[in-house]
Structures are given as C-alpha cells and as structure tokens.
Nanobody, 119 residues
Framework: QVQLVESGGGLVQAGGSLRLSCAAS????????MGWYRQAPGKQRELVAYITSGGITNYVDSVKGRFTISRDIAKNTVYLQMISLKPEDTAVYYC?????????????WGQGTQVTVSS
C-alpha cells in the first residue's frame, strides 16, 4: 500500500501564497503520477495539477501561471506552490498518487488539507 501525508494548508489573504507538500510512503511501490485535486463546498472534486514520473506537468486553466507543481524524487514528495491566491481557490486540497504496487496500478489519496483564501 501507499500512504500519502499532506501538509501546508491554511488561511491566507487574497494575493498571498502557500505551499502544499505531500509525502508518499510504503514499500515496493512505483509512482506513475502524482498530483493535487481540490474540492470546494458544493462542487465536484477537480484536478488542479499533476506531474508524471517523466516530469511532465499539467494544470487546470484556472491556476496556470499561479500554481507550480514540483517533486523531490528521492523523498517521494510532491509540492504545490501557490501564489496570487484568490478566494475561489478555497477548497480542500487532496494529494493523489497513481502508483504501481506489485502488479496492480491504483490511485491513492491523502486525507486532504484545507486552503482558505479570504478576500
């Protein structure tokens, strides 16, 4: 199994910055892709950004130019640097890892971290 532990959420004023971290742990796993999703009250969970094992990144249009996803391969950790935050970025942010564990590829989720942006 793969465990994901997130950190870095909080309350920030509009225009501010936050950095989220997500560390993956376990044994005998190989990460295919890691990313961040978010879910605001009353809305569906949406993909924010991901980074593949080959370093390819992708972002939802609403965060392009403001959010940057990166990774530390040695630490099995992915980061989401968020700048110029807007109230509409308020949501619970979930780390996701798509990983091989043995012969099975599965999605794993963190517990979520709250990001609140005040206007």
């Amino acid at each position: 199994q793969v465990q994901l532990v997130e950190s870095g959420g909080g309350l920030v004023q509009a225009g501010g910055s936050l950095r989220l971290s997500c560390a993956a742990s376990g044994s005998a796993f190989s990460i295919n892709r890691m990313g961040w999703y978010r879910q605001a009250p009353g809305k569906q969970r949406e993909l924010v950004a991901y980074i593949t094992s080959g370093g390819i990144t992708n972002y939802v249009d609403s965060v392009k130019g403001r959010f940057t996803i990166s990774r530390d391969i040695a630490k099995n950790t992915v980061y989401l640097q968020m700048i110029s935050l807007k109230p509409e970025d308020t949501a619970v942010y979930y780390c996701n890892a798509n990983a091989w564990y043995g012969s099975r590829r599965s999605d794993y989720w963190g517990q979520g971290t709250q990001v609140t942006v005040s206007s």
